[in-house]
């Protein structure tokens, strides 16, 4: 299965997973031209970036792994991007990330500042 499929999966299984915790889901896939972010969703009143990684082995580390300090910094731009356009200035927020390793789901909070 190619990364695209594999990648669509983790999103749908893990925004499914957010809804099932009360979260609300306020974009998928918010795109501009620094970068995209996977999943904006919100939850007493925090707004929270969340970046889906999911994998079928093992093989090169944890799906968590992937979430580079690159990765973190362009997500950053993007979420700061974001509270602009929508003028949420004083907003509170944090950057999760779920990894999904076949179909068992870990949602990490506030993986990174």
């Known amino acids: ?22 979260f609300k889901i306020l974009e998928t896939n918010f795109k501009c031209k620094i970068g995209e972010i996977d999943i904006i969703a919100s939850k007493n ?16 580390g ?5 979430v580079t300090l690159h990765k973190q910094n362009k997500i950053k731009l993007v979420a700061s991007y974001y509270l602009q356009i929508k003028k949420l200035y004083n907003s509170i927020c944090r950057f999760d990330v779920i990894e999904i390793f076949d ?6 909070e506030n993986a990174f500042t």
């Open 62 to 66: 944890l799906p968590r792994e992937m």
């Open 45 to 60: 009143n925090i707004i929270v970036f969340v970046e889906v990684k999911f994998k079928s082995t093992k093989k090169f």
């Open 1 to 22: 299965m190619n990364t695209k499929i594999l990648g669509n999966i983790g999103e749908i299984l893990a925004k499914n997973y957010l809804k099932k915790k009360k």
């Open 103 to 108: 179909k068992d789901i870990n949602h990490i």
